[in-house]
């Protein structure tokens, strides 16, 4: 027997599948708008449901660009504050990047006073899951079907212990192997996964007096990237600077062996070798990854950079209308600008933002129904040109980082060029005008309707 999430017919009720970074946001999104506005009250309710047995975030460090932090400022304050006060503190505003076979500076970008700063990913997820109410999630919650052809409206849910929920709208946070994705895509169509990017990493957290021993306060308390032919370093300080956060990206010509698992048993030898021709700091490095020990708990993880470059999704909406994708599940990304977690940031205010305004227009079941397809179509068409071209621009990015044009890459003014334009396309977007432009679409959809 399936459940709803509230059973008032004019009460829009959400369902959030994935409780990592975007799914969170979302959620604490629609939490502010129901704290804040009393118009809401009865209107607007959400679960998250969540695979995982509780929340968890895969990873080592993170890091939020200017134009997430604004995000997060408009979505909720709570969530700001939360990340600052686990955000570790810059040992200089820059992000200065290192020609890896000569330890030479190439290039330094201004990044804003405070800005871009990183923590552990477990830290923030935590900080912002204590601000959702417990009754607002279940865990051990993996979707197997959604299906909109109901006579109510109401998208039904089952999951695979056999269980259904129903919901008004439905989007999808759940990451690079999204399930909702899968859905809402033609069959069997490449969009429907990620695919190789020809990158795979290392990483790993060093304590940062190790770091200190080998690379110097310096280098080791404030971001630097190391670029070069073929690979690229970036480490930067987390957990109030206990921690040095170490991320080796490197080339790779060959198929990765497994496309549903992102991970395998790595070897610090191959991270070796991919930087022996290096100068000695990024070498140093190298060398503070952990040693080889059989793939147990502590080693050394390899990771497949996987995304959604070669064969994007075409929309992030359902045919229908009511189920949705944001974050990974519709625009999966490398690393490389450190901007996919603001991209789901920014989708989760556009959602947010457009779900509470549903839920205070909608009069009746049909107004409802025509509601959310216009606020899924205008959540659509303000987030897919933004976000396509942070996807695309990653793979460029990362392709200057790895020396792919020496004649630029390793040329201080060439490359500084390329960087502050890239950088500051992402970091200087409108996001407050990104909400009004969606909301503006959904009142003009309704305009003519009447």
Not at 22 to 40: C, D, F, I, K, Y
Request: aromatic share 8%; net charge negative; hydrophobic share 35%.
């Amino acid at each position: 027997m399936g459940t709803v999430a509230n059973n008032d017919p004019e009460t829009l009720s959400v369902a959030i599948i994935g409780g990592g970074i975007t799914g969170v946001n979302l959620a604490l999104g629609l939490q502010h708008r129901l704290n804040s506005n009393p118009s809401l009250e009865n209107k607007l309710s959400y679960t998250i449901y969540e695979r995982a047995s509780g929340f968890r975030e895969i990873g080592a460090g993170i890091g939020f660009s200017p134009n997430a932090e604004r995000a997060m400022g408009i979505l909720s304050p709570d969530v700001l504050s939360s990340f600052k006060r686990v955000a570790n503190p810059n040992g200089e505003d820059y992000f200065q990047w290192i020609n890896g076979t000569t330890d030479g500076l190439l290039f330094k970008l201004y990044c804003g006073k405070d800005g871009f700063q990183g923590c552990r990913r477990s830290d923030i997820l935590e900080e912002w899951a204590k601000l959702i109410p417990a009754e607002r999630v279940q865990f051990s919650k993996t979707v197997d079907t959604v299906s909109e052809e109901t006579s109510d409206g109401k998208v039904t849910i089952t999951f695979t212990d056999g269980s259904k929920v129903y919901a008004d709208v439905v989007i999808g946070c759940d990451g690079i192997r999204s399930r909702i994705r899968q859905l809402i895509v033609p069959q069997h169509s490449e969009s429907a996964v990620p695919h190789y990017s020809q990158k795979f990493c290392f990483r790993s957290l060093v304590p940062m007096p190790v770091a200190v021993a080998a690379i110097g306060h310096q280098r080791a308390y404030t971001r630097y990237m190391y670029n070069g032919p073929d690979a690229h370093i970036i480490t930067y300080p987390v957990g109030n600077n206990s921690v040095l956060n170490v991320l080796a990206v490197i080339s790779d010509p060959n198929p990765w062996p497994d496309k549903l698992k992102h991970t395998a048993v790595g070897s610090k030898s191959e991270a070796v070798e991919a930087f022996k021709d290096w100068h000695e700091t990024p070498r140093k490095i190298v060398d503070l990854f952990p040693e080889d020990d059989g793939g147990s708990a502590g080693g050394l993880g390899k990771w497949a950079v996987f995304d959604m470059a070669e064969f994007p999704c075409d929309r992030y909406v359902s045919e229908r209308g009511r189920v949705g994708i944001a974050g990974d599940a519709a625009h999966a990304m490398g690393p490389h600008l450190g901007a996919g977690g603001g991209m789901g940031i920014e989708d989760a205010l556009v959602l947010s933002s457009l779900l509470a305004d549903v839920a205070i227009r909608a009069a009746s079941r049909t107004g409802k129904d025509e509601l959310i397809k216009a606020a899924l179509k205008a959540y659509n068409d303000v987030r897919y040109e933004r976000t396509q071209w942070v996807v695309q621009k990653t793979r460029d990015t990362v392709d200057l980082f790895q020396w792919r044009d020496k004649n630029v890459a390793a040329d201080g003014e060439k490359f500084g060029s390329e960087v502050t334009k890239t950088f500051h396309q992402v970091w200087e977007y409108d996001v407050e005008g990104m909400v009004k432009e969606a909301l503006a679409k959904v009142e003009n959809d309704s305009m003519r309707g009447e």
